[in-house]
């Protein structure tokens, strides 16, 4: 009866695990609020030469998608660290999953952009291919919109944690045009080979970073490390960092290190 009952909580305790992690990420790794500077006057040259390097700098965009039962409003610290001037004309969006039943919480209903069968993910888990492209169609949806208003779509990127960094990775191989690149942190690949075929030659093209935590037991290493082969067999590079000790969670030199990565991506502005 232990084991049965085990058994039937194992999933819940997974999910549970997973969402207190990146609550705790959160709360931990948000930098302190500086102190306000003062202002120079109206006339100050300094200001006069900080405004036109603002306008000179390139617009862009970052989209980031949240994991399986979190939400987009609780990921938003995570823009805080980053402060380099490349990023202050950059339009941040952290968008949430609607509610829907999840199979490996035995149906339970809680934010998920797609069905996930089981937990922990590895290589071989079932995929849900339909669930994948009608949320790939959500996220078109919002790319689509910032283009039409004159962001660059080779400064657009997209970011994505655990069920959100499969998320990005299909959404970045499915989008007809060239992405500035696609952040995958803790993720896998979430569909089948039938998806692969509608691969355009422009989403070949973006660039790819996924990070991975040796010690992660929800979505296992060995999910993450079957993407780069996977990426390489059609066509598409990928720079992959694996992070000794780090759990399902996302790290500060995770962030750092994207930091540097979407810097040397940026195209200046037209």
Not at 171 to 188: D, E, M, N, Q, R
Request: aromatic share 12%.
């Amino acid at each position: 009866m232990r084991n049965i009952l085990f058994q039937f909580l194992k999933p819940f305790f997974f999910l549970t695990i997973t969402f207190t992690i990146t609550s705790l990420f959160i709360v931990y790794f948000q930098p302190s609020p500086s102190l306000p500077s003062s202002s120079p006057p109206s006339s100050s040259p300094l200001k006069i030469q900080q405004e036109n390097t603002t306008t000179t700098m390139a617009r862009s965009f970052v989209l980031w998608l949240h994991g399986l039962g979190d939400s987009g409003p609780a990921n938003e610290p995570i823009r805080t660290f980053f402060t380099s001037p490349e990023f202050r004309n950059t339009k941040w969006l952290f968008p949430s999953a609607s509610p829907n039943p999840v199979s490996c919480n035995n149906g339970a209903v809680m934010p998920s952009w797609f069905d996930i069968h089981e937990i922990p993910i590895s290589a071989t888990s079932p995929k849900d291919d339909s669930g994948v492209l009608k949320a790939v169609q959500k996220v078109h949806s919002i790319i689509d919109k910032e283009v039409a208003a004159g962001t660059n779509s080779e400064n657009i990127f997209i970011c994505g944690f655990s069920q959100g960094g499969a998320l990005t990775l299909a959404s970045v191989l499915l989008y007809p045009k060239t992405l500035g690149g696609g952040a995958i942190f803790s993720g896998w690949v979430p569909f089948g080979s039938s998806v692969v075929e509608r691969f355009s030659p422009s989403a070949k093209k973006t660039p790819i970073l996924w990070s991975h935590g040796l010690a992660d037991g929800t979505v296992l290493f060995e999910a993450g490390q079957a993407g780069p082969p996977f990426l390489e067999q059609n066509g598409i590079s990928c720079e992959f960092k694996a992070y000794p000790g780090l759990g399902h969670s996302i790290s500060n030199d995770e962030l750092q290190s994207l930091e540097s990565w979407i810097k040397t991506k940026l195209r200046s502005s037209s």
